[in-house]
């Protein structure tokens, strides 16, 4: 049972880790600017999903093949990356090389205040797994430490 919960929580963190690095690369990006005609850096966002976890016999159904029970052994996945459909960002700035014939510059649509509530958002998540993976971890050693004998 513990094992099960250590790898549910592990694909948790696992995606966690994934939505910190896209976020970090949003971040990088957030001033990032783009000659006339090419398109600018979009904000990435991951989707994630529930997926069966490795060695589990889900079949896909919600019922776990071996036990023929509703409790299919699934974790986290991160199914898609997609870039934001947010407009991207026009500064006048006539002087910038990179300015249109208009004097305006194209920047990335990525918000650094949207980023931020996304980077507390997931970082919260993953202290929340931590904390599991400790509890749980206590749980077994008061398990074991119960049927030592004095």
Avoid: C, W
Avoid at 18 to 34: E, P, Q
Avoid at 44 to 53: C, D, G, K, R, Y
Avoid at 65 to 75: H, Q, R
């Amino acid at each position: 049972m513990s094992s099960d919960i250590f790898s549910i929580v592990g694909s948790a963190l696992d995606a966690q880790n994934m939505r910190m690095g896209a976020i970090a690369s949003n971040l990088a990006n957030v001033d990032s600017i783009t000659p006339p005609g090419q398109q600018p850096y979009r904000a990435h966002e991951l989707v994630f999903s529930a997926a069966p976890l490795a060695g589990s016999d889900y079949n896909g159904t919600g019922t776990d093949l071996a036990e023929g029970t509703d409790s299919a052994d699934l974790g986290v996945q991160v199914a898609n990356t997609v870039q934001s459909n947010a407009n991207p960002v026009q500064k006048y700035d006539p002087g910038n090389p990179y300015a249109n014939a208009q004097g305006y510059v194209t920047g990335s649509n990525v918000s650094q205040v949207d980023e931020m509530v996304n980077l507390i958002d997931s970082t919260n998540s993953y202290s929340a797994s931590v904390a599991m993976l400790e509890q749980t971890s206590r749980i077994d050693q008061q398990m074991i430490s119960s049927f030592q004998v004095s």
